[in-house]
C-alpha cells in the first residue's frame, strides 16, 4: 500500500516538474500569473514555473504582423459614396499593455482603422481621393500610432490599397473623362491649325522679302552694268578720238615732209586740218559723255597758222597769205 502511494506520489510529482518547464520560441514571448495576478513575462528560451501556482495565460508574438482592413463604405466631403480598404503593418512593443490594457486586440485595432479611414475620407473630396493618397497613408500612421501607444502596439505602416467609387459615379467620372479628351483634341487641333496659319504667313512674308531684296540687287546690278558699259564707251570714244587725232598728226607730218616746199601742198594741208577739226568736233558733239562744245570760228584760221607755221619748221612762206591771228583762250571746251 505504501509502495502504491509512492508511486503515484511520483507521478504527480514528475507531472508536475514537466509542466513547470516552459519553452518559448524565439520572436515569441508569454505571460505568467500566479494566483491570478501578473507574476512575469517570459523570454524565449527554457523557463520554470512553480507548479500547482503559475499559469502562462497569454503567449503572443513580437515579430511585425499585417492587418487586412476589410473594404467599407465611406463618404467623401463632397457626398459621393466610395469603398476604401486598407493594410496595417504593425508590431508589440509590450506584451503586458497588449494583454491587460485591451480586451480583444485585433478587433480593437480594426474598428480604429475603419473609423481613422472614415474621418479620413470625410475631409477630402472625390479628386482628392485619389490624387492625395499619400498624404492620407502618413495621417492615419500618426493618428493609429498615437490611438495604439497605450496599448503596447506600434503602427509601422498603413497603405490604402484600393479607393472605388460607386458605380454611378465611375460613369460620371468616365463620361468626364471622355469630355476632358475631347475638349483637349480640339485645342490641341486648333492650336495646330493656328500655329500652321501662323508658320504660312511667315513663309509668305520671307518669301515677299527675299524676292524684294532679289529684285532690288537685280535693279543695282543692271545700273551697275549700264554704268560701266556707258564709262567702256566713253572710254573707247575717247581712245578712237585719240587714236584719229594721232593718225591725222602723223598722216600730216608725212605729207610736210614730203611737201615741205609746195605752197599748194601748204594750203591742201590746212584745209584737211580744218575738215579734221570740224570732223572731231561732230565726233564730240555726238558722244554720249559730252554735254556742251564751245567753239570759236575766229579761231579756225588761228588754228590753220599755227599748223603751217609747224609744217614750215616755225618759219611761214612769204607767199602764203596771212588768214588769221592766234588770240588767247582760242581753244575749245568739252564736258
Known sequence: ???????????????????????????????????????????????????????????????????????????????????????????????????????????????????????????????????????????LLHDLDVATDPWGVKVTRVELRDIIPSQAVRESMELQMSAERRKRAAILTSEGERESAVNNARGEADAQVLDAEARQKSVILRAEAEQKAIVLKAQAERQQQVLKAQAIAESADIIAQKMKNNPLAHQALEVLFALGYLDMGATIGKSDSSKVMFMDPRTIPATLEGIRSIVSDGQPDSNIPYTGEVSPGNNHRSS
Open 1 to 139: 500500500m505504501e509502495q502504491f502511494f509512492l508511486l503515484i506520489f511520483l507521478a504527480l510529482g514528475g507531472s508536475a516538474l514537466a509542466g513547470s518547464a516552459k519553452v518559448v520560441n524565439q520572436g515569441n514571448e508569454a505571460l505568467v500569473e500566479r494566483l491570478g495576478s501578473y507574476n512575469k513575462k517570459l523570454e524565449p528560451g527554457l523557463n520554470f514555473l512553480v507548479p500547482f501556482f503559475d499559469r502562462v495565460v497569454f503567449r503572443e508574438t513580437i515579430r511585425e504582423k499585417v492587418l487586412d482592413i476589410p473594404p467599407q463604405q465611406c463618404i467623401t466631403r463632397d457626398n459621393v459614396s466610395i469603398t476604401a480598404d486598407a493594410v496595417v503593418y504593425w508590431r508589440i512593443m509590450d506584451m503586458e499593455k497588449a494583454y491587460y490594457k485591451v480586451e480583444n486586440l485585433q478587433a480593437a485595432m480594426v474598428n480604429l482603422v475603419l473609423t481613422q479611414i472614415r474621418a479620413e475620407m470625410g475631409k477630402l473630396e472625390l479628386d482628392e481621393t485619389f490624387t492625395a493618397r499619400s498624404q492620407i497613408n502618413e495621417t
